[in-house]
T-cell receptor
Framework: DTGVSQNPRHKITKRGQNVTFRCDPI?????LYWYRQTLGQGPEFLTY????????KSRLLSDRFSAERPKGSFSTLEIQRTEQGDSAMYLC??????????FGPGTRLTVL | KQEVTQIPAALSVPEGENLVLNCSFT??????LQWFRQDPGKGLTSLLL?????REQTSGRLNASLDKSSGRSTLYIAASQPGDSATYLC???????????FGQGTTLQVKP
């Protein structure tokens, strides 16, 4: 399968715990994006990488959130001290510049 | 600040009907516009990408149009089928990073 993959697909955690999600983009894509989607809403942009450089972060990305893309390949999104308001679907997408973004299946986070 | 609006929020039609989904955006200085399909609890599937220099794109029973001057795009679905039931999302490419600004989506139900 050469599509975008995300792991885990589902994560249930208790408030205050740390969680980490992984995204593996399409191998030749140099752009990688993270979005967050809550129920009944469209996805909202969180952050963007070009190769290994994180070039833009949304104000939605509080200090508890951190994202990395070492070596310009896979990316991780970590949420520290989770809150119930962090419950959402976290989506990853990859692309070439000025080209179609391809999305992964998402990681659904539930914070109890 | 770019804002994307989709009307209607929900739509129910009988099988075989032709239908139009609407998308409007506030800033006409867009790069591209993309339509996605999302099934419940799933990631996003790209349907059509319209580049800013184009007026429309077609794929099978789908036709998307773009009028930058009026800030509008439409997705036309011909001869709807129950399998078309899903949420349809419109997204505008914003800025040099290519991040997507999404509408809230139109949830379509096609009844057999």
């Amino acid at each position: 399968d050469t599509g975008v993959s995300q792991n885990p697909r589902h994560k249930i955690t208790k408030r205050g715990q740390n969680v980490t999600f992984r995204c593996d983009p399409i191998s030749e894509h140099n752009r990688l994006y993270w979005y967050r989607q809550t129920l009944g809403q469209g996805p909202e942009f969180l952050t963007y990488f070009q190769n290994e450089a994180q070039l833009e972060k949304s104000r939605l990305l509080s200090d508890r959130f951190s994202a990395e893309r070492p070596k310009g390949s896979f990316s991780t999104l970590e949420i520290q001290r989770t809150e119930q308001g962090d419950s959402a679907m976290y989506l990853c997408a990859s692309s070439f510049p000025s080209d179609t973004q391809y999305f992964g299946p998402g990681t659904r986070l539930t914070v109890l | 600040k770019q804002e994307v609006t989709q009307i209607p929020a929900a739509l129910s039609v009988p099988e075989g009907e032709n239908l139009v989904l609407n998308c409007s955006f506030t800033d006409s200085a867009i790069y591209n516009l993309q339509w996605f399909r999302q099934d419940p609890g799933k990631g996003l599937t790209s349907l059509l990408l319209i580049q800013s220099s184009q007026r429309e794109q077609t794929s099978g029973r789908l036709n998307a149009s773009l009028d930058k001057s009026s800030g509008r795009s439409t997705l036309y679905i011909a001869a709807s089928q129950p399998g078309d039931s899903a949420t349809y999302l419109c997204a505008v490419y914003s800025g040099n990073t290519g991040k997507l600004i999404f509408g809230q989506g139109t949830t379509l139900q096609v009844k057999p």
